[in-house]
């Protein structure tokens, strides 16, 4: 069983439209979360780091269900820029990537 | 303040053959991360070095080496190139828990 589960999509959305992506996540003694941006032939970069109560940064906000092993990632009034590969990564004593969703945002 | 850096940007080698990679991480980091990622899939972690010491090491033959120096800058050495370790190759330095990656290193296997 992969460590990281993630849907690959490609989710195609409209100027304005809200997307969620969801990742599951096998090992429950995971401490670290985070959501991880990458675009094209580039590196990841950080976009927010998970916590249990959950976390908003402007458009973006991230949730972590312990419960059931999954974190999520809100994307409101989706930009032309948003569009990218978003990467969930799960730490329990090591990163872990999921394979990423694919996100491409249409005027 | 500088990000991660890492050299060369791109390499192009023939099986058999050995690559040293190099990073930099940012200043005050004392953590490095190695990573392979290959083309639609997400990185791949290779091994992690904490104050020159290995912290962690991934599923990847001994084909793969690494070592942190007192400067905290790292080098990732393949040996014995094949094919399939055409990638890009991602270094990422951290301080705490969060980590940020270096631009990569393409490398190409032919």
């Known amino acids: 069983r992969k460590e990281v589960e993630q849907d690959p999509g490609p989710f195609n959305v409209p100027e304005g439209a809200t997307v969620a992506f969801n990742c599951t996540y096998s090992n429950s003694a995971s401490q670290s979360f985070f959501w991880y941006r990458q675009d094209c032939r580039k590196e990841p970069k950080l976009l927010m780091s998970?916590?249990?109560s959950g976390n908003e940064d402007g458009r973006f906000t991230a949730q972590l269900n312990r419960a059931s092993q999954y974190i999520s990632l809100l994307i409101r009034d989706s930009k032309l820029s948003d569009s990218a590969t978003y990467l969930c990564?799960?730490?329990?004593?090591?990163?872990?990537f999921g394979t990423g969703t694919s996100l491409t945002v249409i005027p | 303040d500088a990000g991660v850096t890492q050299s060369p940007t791109h390499l192009i080698k023939t099986r058999g053959q050995q690559v040293t990679l190099r990073c930099s991480p940012i200043?005050?980091?004392?953590?490095v991360s190695w990573y392979q990622q290959v083309l639609g899939q997400g990185p791949q972690f290779i091994f992690q070095?904490?104050?020159?010491?290995?912290?962690g090491r991934g599923n990847f033959p001994d084909r793969f080496s690494a070592r942190q120096f007192p400067n905290y800058s790292s080098e990732l050495n393949v040996n014995a190139l094949l094919l399939g370790d055409s990638a890009l190759y991602l270094c990422?330095?951290?301080?705490?828990?969060?980590?940020?990656f270096g631009p990569g290193t393409r490398l190409t296997v032919t």
């Open positions: 200043s005050g980091h004392k953590s």
């Open positions: 990422a330095s951290s301080l705490g828990y969060e980590q940020y």
């Open positions: 070095y904490y104050e020159k010491e290995e912290r």
């Open positions: 998970v916590y249990s």
């Open positions: 990564v799960v730490n329990p004593e090591q990163f872990y």
